[in-house]
């Protein structure tokens, strides 16, 4: 392949209508906040080193919070596992030369940095949100208005991106296949984005809805949310939870996809239980629906509300569990490559392993009554998204870095990464679980002096995650300009993607887009496949 | 002769279940118990905990086994065997972590039935006075009377006592000798119940050693039932961001003999109802 089809660098800046560029805007968009998000998560961490509220006020403290979450959920974790790597990946998978509708995701991503500006701008006109990212009246009703407003007006914008971008990804997978590819030749990833966008279509709107309402509580004096007026408090958390609680599912979903692609190809096998992994996707989306009141465990819900939303919960356990242990069905008797991305894929199985465990705990009614809104939950969710789906992004990184750049990631540096961050992660958050059975309740600027040890030892794991991301920065940008050259195919994959330049041309594809029906198309069984399947490792060996 | 795998596989899973149990059992991270149904919860703790450790390890094992025993040799650019599935096996780890899951919801709803959070909130609302219904009958459902929800032992013979939580701090009321304070005192082995209130936003009562937590919710009355076991102080916290203090949001709970809670009660009523109990005691 010798025309080499570049991609000017000034379109990386402007209103591009190339999926792969489009992707990697996402990638170092919500990189950037992640940044930003992560500086005001080592404020708090600063903040909780004494008992005493001595950094930071107060009420810069709650913003504090309140802006970490925000950022951290809507401007890093979803824009990037769906809308970086899915943009960039699902019309290689499904042998497309683009997105459906691409100028609507150019719109979706450009929704992003003024959203998120906009975010940040409110802590200096007035104070940023105070109430959480959660956002429950009465207390957002009655602290101060602006910054409040902006929030809303913030997750509406990216909310509203959020959906562009998944009604994109449901239209490309199921109406742009490439002919002759069936949807259970899919690789994994494209389930996962089509069981998330159906996630985020039917949720998204009912936060939105939500929050429409609590802006007029707030600006128009309307009572929805305001029990002073005759309102229902409690109403809103219903509505909120209904989309927040998906939300979960639509930040690791697609990391799950992401696992099943990187697994195979550095274990060289096929992924293990491919049917059941598809099964276990649309399970997980039916009962990611049904679940949102186990937020509400002590909020006064009916009886019958508790049952129900405790079986469905722990229901979900079963078939997030089929997938782990498909994973690591995958894994054994493989030939691991101990890279980078198959040990940040590791990390992320102990993690939200980890983390499902104690969801599952928290789904059980009485033990939830006494560990709800403290630290235990803060360390359940940061293991779910931080030690799950933020671990799988770094792995995705070193795993697409050679094909978006057309460069190697330097493995010394890499596997640095993956250890400061397992090592600084796990002190921050291990010891949380403790705290909160304990009595330290969430989101506190001041705590019990008895806690200080613990506190401290978690801060200091949050200074090695600070930390951890230096190798990651010095590798990228080191290796994006004097890397070792990639190669069309490094790590010998058999999905699309690879069987093309790196990084590819704007046409994904100089000549056909390729038809590969087995995606995983691993392992030392020559014969085993049917003659009629389109294998990868042939194109890749033919296309040389 | 090498040992066969599946009996290096059996005793690694007996060794993984002692072990788990062990942690359960003997591992304790929760705080001292106080009141009569934290010991169920713990139970249900060391339960959960037992599992959680038992299916950590085993995973975490897997995992490692794997990296080291299954890992790329230099040189070898072969791939592993290309299996894509086993029905049985799958079949399998479905449905033995669903039935494990069934029993525990199970085992939960039965702690939590007996703890009275199934409890019917009827009994509360049930028969105002007939006056008190001619005057509401605009509005027959007054959300200000109806419990919405909470733990209820409904045992009718619980000692009341209301709170009201407010940015940022908890008042109890005594109703029945008509006082008010900042800070809680609780009988000894006796069935309480606090009604709870808010008059701004959201609140959470949470007594860790009671491990109780109930919101406190604008417009929506709350109650918590449960009888404290064992003597001490105890901290209150607030366990729901309610603004700039919330993290200096606490307060006390006294659980103390029922000779020295009467005590306490009388020393606190006021003058007006104190005096039938002094005069009693002085004829």
């Known amino acids: 392949m010798d025309v080499q089809h570049h991609t000017p660098w000034h379109e990386y800046f402007g209103f591009s209508l190339d999926h792969k560029v489009i992707g990697i805007q996402y990638l170092v968009t919500g990189f950037f906040f992640y940044l930003v998000g992560g500086t005001l998560a080592g404020m708090i961490r600063v903040e909780l080193v004494t008992p005493l509220s001595d950094f930071m006020a107060r009420d810069t403290y709650n913003q504090v919070l309140t802006l970490h979450g925000t950022i951290m959920i809507f401007l890093w974790i979803v824009p990037v596992v769906n809308g970086a790597f899915g943009n960039y990946l699902v019309p290689f998978y499904v042998g497309a030369r683009d997105m459906a509708f691409p100028r609507l995701n150019a719109v979706a991503f450009w929704m992003l940095p003024p959203a998120g500006f906009l975010l940040l701008s409110s802590y200096f006109i ?346 990651f920065l010095i590798n990228v940008v080191w290796s994006a300009w004097k890397g070792a050259p990639a190669g069309d195919n490094p790590w010998r994959a058999c999905t699309t993607e690879w069987l093309t330049s790196s990084p590819p041309p704007v046409e994904n594809w100089l000549r056909e887009a390729p038809l590969v029906t087995e995606p995983y198309d691993y392992g030392s069984v020559e014969d085993a496949m049917p003659v009629t399947t389109v294998r990868g490792r042939e194109l890749w060996s033919a296309g040389r | 002769m090498p040992i066969p795998a599946s009996v290096l596989t059996l005793a690694a899973g007996i060794l993984l279940a002692l072990v788990s149990l062990w942690v359960g059992q003997n591992i304790n991270l929760m705080p001292v118990a106080a009141a009569d149904d934290a010991a169920t919860v713990d139970a249900l703790f060391k339960v959960l905990l037992s599992i959680g450790v038992g299916l950590l390890l085993g995973i975490t094992a897997m995992l490692v086994v794997a990296l080291v025993h299954f890992r790329r040799r230099p040189g070898d650019h072969l791939d592993g065997p290309a299996v894509e599935g086993n029905l049985p096996l799958e079949i399998f780890w479905t449905a033995v972590p669903a039935i494990v899951i069934l029993m525990l919801g199970v085992y939960s709803y039965d702690i939590y039935a007996r703890m009275g959070g199934m409890a019917d909130f009827n009994h509360h609302t049930s028969m105002p006075p007939p006056e008190v219904e001619q005057a509401s009958l605009g509005n027959p459902a007054d959300p200000e009377t109806v419990i919405w929800g909470g733990i209820d032992r409904a045992e009718g013979m619980a000692f009341p006592v209301e709170v009201t939580a407010m940015q940022f701090a908890f008042i109890f009321h005594y109703p029945q000798q008509n006082f008010t304070t900042g800070e809680l005192h609780l009988p000894l082995g006796q069935p309480v119940e606090l009604q709870l209130k808010s008059n701004d936003v959201i609140h959470a009562f949470w007594v860790p050693e009671f491990r109780l937590k109930q919101d406190v919710i604008p417009g929506q009355p709350t109650v918590l039932s449960f009888t404290a076991n064992r003597q001490g102080d105890y901290d209150i916290i607030c366990a729901e961001l309610c603004g700039p203090y919330h993290g200096g949001m606490r307060s006390k709970v006294v659980v103390e003999d029922s000779r020295s809670f009467e005590e306490w009660l009388i020393r606190n009523t006021p003058a007006t109802v104190a005096t039938a109990p002094d005069s009693s005691q002085t004829a």
């Open chain 1, 126 to 471: 007035g104070g940023a949100a105070q109430s959480g990212w959660t956002a429950y009246p009465p207390l957002s009703i009655t602290t101060p208005a602006v910054g409040q407003m902006i929030w809303i007006m913030s997750v509406l914008l990216l909310g509203g991106s959020s959906i562009f971008g998944a009604v994109n990804f449901i239209a490309t997978i199921l109406k742009l296949r490439r002919p002759g590819l069936g949807l259970f030749q899919l690789p994994m990833f494209c389930w996962a984005m089509l069981g998330t966008s159906v996630l985020v279509v039917l949720a998204t709107p009912v936060l939105a809805g939500a929050l429409i309402l609590l802006s007029m509580d707030i600006v128009a004096g309307t009572g929805f949310f305001n029990p002073a007026l005759g309102g229902n408090a409690v109403v809103y958390q219903h509505l909120f939870w209904f989309y927040s609680h998906p939300a979960v599912y639509i930040m690791v979903l697609p990391a799950f996809g992401l696992v099943s692609e990187i697994l195979p190809i550095h274990a060289r096998k096929p992924l293990f239980g491919y049917r059941s992994m598809i099964y276990s996707i649309l399970g997980i989306v039916f009962l990611g629906l049904i679940v949102w009141a186990h937020h509400m465990f002590t909020s006064g819900t009916p009886p019958w509300m508790r049952l129900f939303f405790t079986i469905a919960t722990a229901i979900i356990a079963v078939p997030t569990g089929i997938k782990f242990f498909n994973w690591l069905a995958t894994l054994w008797q493989g030939k691991l490559a101990l890279n980078s991305a198959l040990l940040f894929c590791c990390g992320f199985i102990f993690n939200f392993v980890f983390g499902g465990i104690t969801g599952v705990a928290l789904a059980q009614v009485p033990f939830d009554v006494h560990v709800h809104d403290t630290y235990f939950v803060v360390a359940h969710f940061h293991y779910i998204v931080f030690g799950g789906t933020v671990f799988v992004i770094f792995a995705a990184i070193y795993h697409w870095f050679p094909k978006m750049s057309g460069r190697l990631l330097n493995e010394h540096l890499g596997r640095l990464h993956c250890l400061l961050s397992f090592l600084g992660f796990n002190i921050c958050f291990f010891p949380q679980h403790w705290l909160g059975l304990n009595g330290m309740p969430r989101r506190v600027a001041e705590y019990d002096p008895q806690f200080q040890l613990i506190n401290q030892i978690s801060s200091v794991g949050a200074l090695l995650l600070a930390i951890s991301t230096l190798p």
